[in-house]
């Protein structure tokens, strides 16, 4: 692995758990998964049954999270960026080279789109609270959390077929 892979795994790994202690005053009720719960709020109503069901403490940390989280999704987008071009190249098939090409580009996408929707996220928190704000964490997140699941489900696919390569040329030599 690449010094860069390593690097990138680590920091994405730490912004992990530095979010996961942030997310974690924030779940109740009303927001059972969090700041995702926020994320994906739809609805200005529900955007604000959230912030409203957070105690100072808790909106301390999703001020936090909130700030944090644009490290982190430098840190992700860059590993799964970094990921999708070594393994996709590594397969040596045009098909998988070009489907992973694309999906480096949607990738960035999804960091823009992640960051777009903190920032409609970030006017909430701060009271600015009018309905778009939620419809764009909410459109934003979709995009994001679409891109990042297909990227991991691609990585995992090449990942399998690159073993498969490697078994296929291992039994060469029996």
């Known amino acids: 692995m690449s010094k860069k892979i390593i690097l990138f795994l680590i920091l994405t790994i730490f912004s992990i758990v530095v979010m996961r202690v942030f997310d974690a005053p924030l779940k109740n009720e ?8 926020f994320e994906l709020a739809k609805d200005l109503e529900t955007s604000i049954a959230i912030l409203k069901s957070w105690d100072d403490k808790a909106l301390l940390y999703a001020g936090l999270s909130l700030g944090f989280d644009y490290l982190f999704m430098f840190s992700y987008t860059y590993l799964l960026i970094l990921l999708l071009k070594k393994l996709s ?23 823009f789109s992640d960051a777009i929707e903190n920032y409609a996220m970030i006017k909430l928190y701060l009271g600015n609270l009018e309905p778009k704000y939620s419809l764009i964490a909410y459109y934003f997140a979709m995009v994001k959390f679409t891109i990042i699941a297909i990227s991991i489900v691609f990585l995992l696919f090449i990942g399998v077929w690159n073993i498969g390569k490697r078994d296929k040329t291992s039994q060469k030599y029996y």
């Open 30 to 37: 009303i927001a059972s998964n969090g700041i995702v719960s």
């Open 89 to 111: 190249i590594r397969t040596g098939n045009k098909i998988v080279k070009l489907l992973g090409t694309v999906l480096v580009v949607l990738m960035i996408v999804a960091g």
